[in-house]
């Protein structure tokens, strides 16, 4: 069912682009618009990363080149967006990391709780090395080229049973994970009753209290109202969820050199802005939180590094390069994370 409705989408595109543009020539400059396909609203981190690119890819192609937004999944969930680059129908999007594991094994990274430290060590981790390999192995197996390690944040622990700083208040709280096994088995070491739930029963799940826990990035907790059926929230950023932008590669290869520089230019400016964009909303939207009476708590991280452990531990092997010690093992620029934003301004 994904792939018909996906290459439905790819008809739909078609035609959408030749009545919008000139049709992508390699040995010409494009002039015409580009389908971007987001996951969040038109006034999310995501959006404001997806303007700077088209504004930036503006300036550098002298307005022949522009893009097409298609906001809250419109082209289908982050599976099928990613599936629709990769037979390029859908030609660029932003997704959270969330099913790429089932792409690339090395993406199981980002489910691996506290190998991130800070947004210091995420940015000196994902704009060197491991970054440019990880981008270049999910290219090789997906054929999505990843133009920017842009994202949605840390996650964040909420529930309405009791306010929590170590590992042993979350002891019996039914928890709800993301379907992964590795977020199961983080959460079920953590002592919660962890259960995987899609996240379109997760709010009904709270409010009924099939669940009483949950995590993610606090922009997305203040974006569903979770507020309004959670009271407690605990600084865990137990682990880091990037949302790459990305471009189909076989649509990126029908164009110019120059309009491909141009597009890659556009991809690193994009991403300092979309950064500063989701500090911003993780911070406006903690206050969200708070003024409407949940109760924020500092963790234990030790405690918490502690129990995550045996978790670290079971999966060192199954990913691949020494990826969860090299990431531990690299040392975090100071400021990584101010110079991003600085350059890009
Ligand atoms: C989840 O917890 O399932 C996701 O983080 C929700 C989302 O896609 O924003």
Redesign the pocket.
Known sequence: MKWVKTLALATALALTASGCGTLVSKDADYEGSITFSL??GPDSHHAAGAYAFAERLAELTDDRISVDYYYNNALGG?REVVEGMSINSIQMGMA?T?PMGGFVRSFMLFDMPYIFRDLDHVYTVLDGEIGEELAAEFEETASVRIIGWTE?GF?YETNSVRPIRTPEDLQGIKH?T?ESAAQIQTWRAFGTDALPM??PE?YTGLQQGVIDS????IA?IA??NFQEVQDYIAMTQHVY?PAPMMISSRYFETFSEGDQEAILAAGEYATGIQREASAEAEAAALQELLDAGMEQTEIDREAFEEAAQPVIDDWREEIPRDLIDRVIATEAEPGAAATEQEGTS
């Open positions: 996951a969040l982050e959270s969330g949605n996650r709800r993301q899609a996240w997760v949950q995590e993610n990035p997305t974006d569903v969820s």
